[in-house]
């Protein structure tokens, strides 16, 4: 059971450059999540996913891009990459049953990614 | 906004020592609160989750504590070990605005150093 799975694990970028980030889970979860983590602070929600085909913006969306064509993968597309981009990018997913169960979320290795 | 602190930043403790994580938020409107262990260049770990009806919740050597009104939670690790050492995220459960899922909101966390 690998749950979630996360590549590439490193990456460094060009500034205007641009790249996809690689999320799957093998859990059967419906909901799926991409987070950010700058240095020394908490993760932010960047956007999420309730299941396939059905994706919304989550705290900072900007520069950023989701698709959900299958229920178990996630992809997370950045377009024309600048600095401020750089940060750990984290997958998640649960399961959330009506109305909304306490299941916890699940998370990836994490991505790290450098845009210079 | 919902806000998540976690002080201090953070604790350097010798082995054998019981310690005490603190973990505040500012609004009670959450569904769960969550406990995360994060190992350095790791993704999150999933430590203990405590849904809003509850007031603790115990594994191993780890015991979690929350008070909704006072928007405070605590995590109680016993005889702590050098193995212990990590950096601790607390993150709070809220609605999305959309009505269809729950965001997490984590503090920027406490790394936390068990001296041998």
């Known amino acids: 059971n690998a749950g979630v799975t996360q590549t590439p694990k490193f990456r460094i970028l060009k500034i205007g450059q641009s790249m996809t980030l690689q999320c799957t889970q093998d859990m059967n979860h419906n909901y799926m999540y991409w987070y950010r983590q700058d240095p020394g602070m908490g993760l932010k929600l960047i956007y999420y996913s309730v299941g396939a085909g059905i994706t919304d913006k989550g705290e900072v969306p900007n520069g950023y891009n989701v698709s959900r064509s299958t229920t178990e993968d996630f992809p997370l597309r950045l377009e024309l990459a600048a600095p401020s981009q750089t940060s750990v990018y984290f997958c998640?997913?649960?399961?959330?049953?009506?109305?909304?169960?306490?299941?916890?979320?699940?998370f990836g290795d994490g991505t790290r990614l450098s845009i210079l | 906004k919902q806000e998540v602190t976690q002080i201090p930043a953070a604790l350097s403790v010798p082995e054998g020592e019981n310690l005490v994580l603190n973990c505040s938020f500012t609004?009670?409107?959450?569904?769960?609160l969550q406990w995360f262990r994060q190992d350095p260049g790791k993704g999150l770990t999933s430590l203990l989750l405590?849904?809003?009806?509850?007031r603790e919740q115990t594994s191993g050597r780890l015991n979690a504590s929350l008070d909704k009104s006072s928007g405070r939670s605590t995590l109680y690790i016993a005889a702590s070990q050098p193995g212990d050492s990590a950096t601790y995220l607390c993150?709070?459960?809220?609605?999305?605005?959309?009505?269809?899922?729950?965001?997490?909101?984590f503090g920027s966390g406490t790394q936390l150093t068990v001296l041998p």
């Open positions: 405590i849904q809003s009806s509850q």
């Open positions: 609004d009670s409107a959450i569904y769960n």
């Open positions: 998640a997913s649960s399961y959330s049953g009506q109305p909304f169960g306490n299941q916890p979320q699940h």
């Open positions: 993150a709070v459960s809220i609605l999305l605005s959309s009505g269809s899922a729950r965001q997490l909101t």
